[in-house]
């Protein structure tokens, strides 16, 4: 039988309609919410393609009781889309027992669910998934597996010295089971070289753009830009090594009265966020916020920016998914030319000419400066690239034809 007559099976962990609230309400951390967004982008995409697609579901979400207020996530059957069916299976989230309960869960829902000859496509270097999935594998017959590779284990997340003991041994496994692994997606070409595979083994998606969705109104919460002013905003994680910290410096320098900086995410910068937005007025801090509450931020925003800088080897892995979100806003984009974004993206953006905080403040200046029909224009050109040369349709054509050619 030709792959093209493969059944594909997605293991990954999105927020279904029937659990995004829960996972609202009960995490206390940081939402995995761009993971969910390029996860449906991936569903939708593949079941354009092939309709028969399924998936087996465990949602990305905290520990018990550090970063989940729950110790049991329920399991659910539901469609999304335009009817692709969610097999979502329940497990435990106490810490020290939700990784072996994910990797059961995992594979009871490939048994369950799966079909001889089937593709699973597994979401992420979960150790659990890739666990479930070779276990799968080993007792199915003509199973294969493809693995989308948004990042690699050993340069996610930062910790004391038994965290690092621990992603040195995750990061080890990791490289060991990918060796059993048929194919990858990859988000940048540099990926592969430190995989140590050829042009066979791998396709290259940096990621899935999709028109945002109209938010409600009400969901920015009492936010308006005042007139005459305008609104830089980041909306993501909060982390120090993606240069949140040199955004908020680079605005406090600019003394212009008519900006205002806004601030969306957890992590841990957070702290010294709230106290900057307390020592200066222009600066408002929103805190977590919901997909909903992002997206109509970004549409009263007059700028969107991503402060990440090319420094650190991570940056060659890496093509941050609020690239393809902010472009496809409409809304003009500030941010710096990273490794793994390819050329193509150049004309779309504006960028500093220096990667420190001196050249974000000379490139917020001169944006303050520049007409707003230059910024609308940049932005539409941005948003017409993206959605037509990036969307579910078009990127998701390329896994679909690799896993046919494998």
């Not at 080993?138 to 038994?162: A, N, S, T, W, Y």
């Not at 969901?219 to 908020?248: N, S």
């Not at 403040?361 to 707003?372: E, G, R, S």
Request: hydrophobic share 40%; proline share 5%; with cysteine.
């Amino acid at each position: 039988m030709h792959l093209n007559d493969h059944p594909i099976v997605f293991l990954g962990g999105i927020f279904t309609p029937a659990q995004t609230d829960l996972i609202q309400d009960q995490s206390k951390g940081v939402v995995q919410n761009a993971a969910d967004a390029l996860q449906k982008g991936l569903i939708g995409g593949i079941s354009a393609h092939r309709p028969s697609a399924t998936v087996v579901n465990l949602p990305f979400v905290g520990s018990y009781p550090q970063l989940f207020r729950r110790w049991h996530f329920p399991g659910t059957d539901e469609t999304i889309g335009s009817g692709t069916q969610i097999w979502g299976e329940s497990f435990v989230l106490i810490k020290g027992v939700k990784t072996i309960s994910r990797l059961l869960s995992a594979t009871r829902g490939l048994f369950r669910h799966g079909q001889p000859n089937m593709v699973i496509l597994i979401y992420s270097a979960h150790l659990p998934f890739m666990v479930a999935a070779l276990a799968r594998k080993l007792f199915g017959r003509g199973v294969k597996i493809v693995q989308v590779l948004p990042d690699f284990p050993e340069f996610m997340g930062e910790g004391g010295m038994l965290y690092d003991i621990a992603k040195a041994v995750e990061t080890r496994l990791f490289y060991r089971l990918s060796r059993h692994i048929d194919g990858f997606v990859l988000l940048t070409r540099f990926m592969a070289d430190r995989l140590g595979i050829d042009g066979s083994r791998y396709v290259v998606v940096e990621g899935i753009a999709q028109a945002p969705e109209a938010a409600p109104r009400s969901d920015a919460g009492a936010i308006a830009v005042e007139p005459g002013t305008r609104a830089f905003l980041y909306t993501g994680t909060l982390a120090a090594r993606y240069g949140v910290m040199d955004l908020v410096d680079a605005f406090r320098r600019v003394g212009d009265p008519s900006i205002r900086l806004w601030v969306c995410g957890e992590g841990d910068s957070r702290d010294r966020i709230v106290a900057a937005a307390q020592n200066d007025p222009r600066i408002r801090y929103f805190g977590q916020v919901s997909r909903h509450q992002a997206r109509r931020l970004q549409e009263l925003a007059s700028v969107l920016v991503n402060p990440r800088t090319p420094e650190g080897e991570f940056t060659k892995y890496s093509f941050p998914s609020k690239t393809l979100e902010y472009m496809a806003s409409g809304r003009p984009v500030l941010m710096h030319r990273l490794s793994g974004i390819p050329e193509e993206y150049e004309p779309y953006y504006f960028k500093p000419e220096s990667t420190d905080v001196a050249g974000l403040t000379d490139a917020i200046q001169a944006l303050v400066l520049l007409d707003d029909a230059v910024l609308r224009e940049r932005g539409a050109a941005a948003r017409d690239f993206v959605l037509n040369e990036k969307s579910a349709i078009s990127q998701c054509k390329k896994i679909v034809e690799f896993i046919d050619s494998l």
